[in-house]
């Protein structure tokens, strides 16, 4: 019994590193880091600009 719950855990830890390795090199997801948070695609430098001009005004 304790061999067919250590070998489970063994192949859910396995799972989620091929989970993780294939997320990381999948094309859908080359738009932003490999973190996969979405905030380095979130990053929009024209966007900030504008923001500091205008706090400069004020």
């Known amino acids: 019994m304790e061999n067919i719950i250590i070998a489970l855990i063994f192949l ?5 590193l ?7 090199f999948n094309p859908k997801n080359t ?3 490999s973190k ?9 430098a024209d966007k900030i600009m504008a923001q500091m001009e ?4 004020i």
């Open 12 to 16: 859910a830890a396995i799972a989620y």
């Open 18 to 24: 091929v989970r993780l390795v294939w997320n990381n």
């Open 31 to 33: 738009a932003g880091c």
């Open 36 to 44: 996969g948070c979405g905030s380095c695609a979130a990053f929009d």
């Open 54 to 57: 205008n706090n400069k005004s």
